[in-house]
């Protein structure tokens, strides 16, 4: 039995059909940004590459969450 995907993490599936990008990209995207405060970083993928705000929201939560965990 496969374990339910929670958190940012279950937005992932929808946010690769619905954008035409791996997370990994976003991901790279979001690191490579000068920006560094969550909701600037929220702001900048909604006006500069068309996001939506909860998955634009999630992939910054979980790709920060992740970095401070190095």
């Known amino acids: 039995m496969t374990a339910e995907v929670k958190?940012?993490?279950a937005y992932f599936p929808?946010?690769?059909k619905k954008y035409g990008r791996q997370i990994a990209e976003w991901k790279e995207l979001i690191r490579t940004s000068p920006l560094t405060k969550?909701?600037?970083l929220v702001n900048w993928l909604k006006s500069?590459?068309?996001l939506g705000h909860g998955h634009?929201?999630?992939l910054v939560a979980h790709t920060l969450a992740e970095?401070?965990?190095k």
Do not use: K, Q, R
């Open 7 to 9: 958190g940012p993490a």
């Open 14 to 16: 929808s946010i690769e």
């Open 38 to 40: 969550h909701m600037e």
């Open 48 to 50: 500069e590459h068309g």
């Open 56 to 58: 634009a929201n999630a």
């Open 67 to 69: 970095d401070a965990g």
